[in-house]
């Protein structure tokens, strides 16, 4: 990415013509945020006996199904070896079952157990709740538009 630089509030990218004043405010509110919601998690997180890493692969386990090792880090964003060493401390605590496959043994399906379902409908609880908070700052069109921004970025990026 090159930049022209004027002075610092003039600073345009070649990408399109972004003014960097507009992304540092952008970057500090995104910052401001991702900054709010790991304390809120992580406060909600510390009333249990889960790490956050271990939450969100119940989340995802929780919200899509049984799926294999490979399918649960990638949804998690991480390596196949980070993601067994979660479950094996999911399995330890009885909140996660791998089971081989009939057609292949060498391929375990990962599921949640009852205690693993029961964590996971109070973790999403919470996210409901967080989620009712924002809206009550929100327009009906606000929380349109932050759906369909969140949406487009979820998609195109993550």
Known sequence: MKIKVYEKQ??????????????????????HFFNGFSSWESSVIRTSDLTVSEAHAIEILGEYGQMNMKSLAQKLGVTTGTTTVTVDRLEKKDYAKRESTR????????????????????????????????????????????????????????
């Open 10 to 31: 003039d600073v345009w990218f070649s990408n399109g013509g972004s003014n960097i004043k507009i992304l540092d405010e952008l970057t500090h509110e995104l910052l």
């Open 103 to 158: 057609e292949d043994r060498r391929i375990y399906l990962i599921s949640l157990t009852d205690k693993g379902l029961k964590a996971y409908a109070e973790h999403h609880r919470y996210h409901l709740t967080l989620t009712e908070q924002i809206q009550t700052v929100l327009t009906g069109e606000e929380a349109a538009q932050l759906q369909a921004i969140l949406n487009k970025i979820n998609s195109e990026i993550f």
